[in-house]
T-cell receptor, first 113, second 115 residues
Framework: DTGVSQDPRHKITKRGQNVTFRCDPI?????LYWYRQTLGQGPEFLTY????????KSRLLSDRFSAERPKGSFSTLEIQRTEQGDSAMYLC???????????FGEGSWLTVV | SQQGEEDPQALSIQEGENATMNCSYK?????LQWYRQNSGRGLVHLIL?????REKHSGRLRVTLDTSKKSSSLLITASRAADTASYFC???????????????FGQGTILTVHP
């Protein structure tokens, strides 16, 4: 069990550029979650997958955001045409099934300049 | 939206003292989880307590849950400087007793333990 792994840990990008974050969940965890956290706030739910199916998306996830989990293992979160308001830490988490402990990764910091 | 409300927002204590943080929430839950976050880092899971449980212990941590008051508390005994971090409660909301596995966090309590 190597924990939830996220890459890159830090990303600085210019406004208008696209960025992609990758998450590798704990092996055999069939649920995978994405959250966003801004300074001084608690994390906010963005979306989650059960295996490869994306089951729920928050209204926070605008059309510029897309998440995939093509083979039910790793996931990617892409932000297109980044805006300064997208600056935040993007956290990935995974769990075996609902109702169980949800484990988080170290997060990917995004700074849009 | 933030369901959980942690209290206090900040807590400063001396090493060896106990620290108590409270969390209130609004809707029925399946479970409640407490996390620790060191500055700039990810979340570390501390304890999960289910809606049919009232108290759980893990090492120096004690968590209570009162579903009638929609509140939980986290007690850290004999605190250490290394306990300095932000602490969050997160609720797994439910409808009809089904867990969605989706957490709603409060704004957290910033704990500072002075050596």
């Amino acid at each position: 069990d190597t924990g939830v792994s996220q890459d890159p840990r830090h990303k600085i990008t210019k406004r208008g550029q696209n960025v992609t974050f990758r998450c590798d969940p704990i092996s055999e965890h069939n649920r995978l979650y994405w959250y966003r956290q801004t300074l001084g706030q608690g994390p906010e739910f963005l979306t989650y997958f059960q295996n490869e199916a994306q089951l729920e998306k928050s209204r926070l996830l605008s059309d510029r955001f897309s998440a995939e989990r093509p083979k039910g293992s790793f996931s990617t979160l892409e932000i297109q045409r980044t805006e300064q308001g997208d600056s935040a830490m993007y956290l990935c988490a995974s769990s075996l099934i609902a109702g169980n402990t949800i484990y988080f990764g170290e997060g990917s910091w995004l700074t849009v300049v | 939206s933030q369901q959980g409300e942690e209290d206090p927002q900040a807590l400063s204590i001396q090493e060896g003292e106990n620290a108590t943080m409270n969390c209130s929430y609004k809707t029925s839950i399946n479970n409640l989880q407490w996390y620790r976050q060191n500055s700039g880092r990810g979340l570390v899971h501390l304890i999960l307590i289910r809606s049919n449980e009232r108290e759980k212990h893990s090492g120096r941590l004690r968590v209570t849950l009162d579903t009638s008051k929609k509140s939980s508390s986290l007690l850290i005994t004999a605190s250490r400087a290394a306990d300095t971090a932000s602490y969050f409660c997160a609720t797994d909301a439910s409808s009809g007793g089904t867990s969605y596995g989706k957490l709603t966090f409060g704004q957290g309590t910033i704990l500072t333990v002075h050596p």
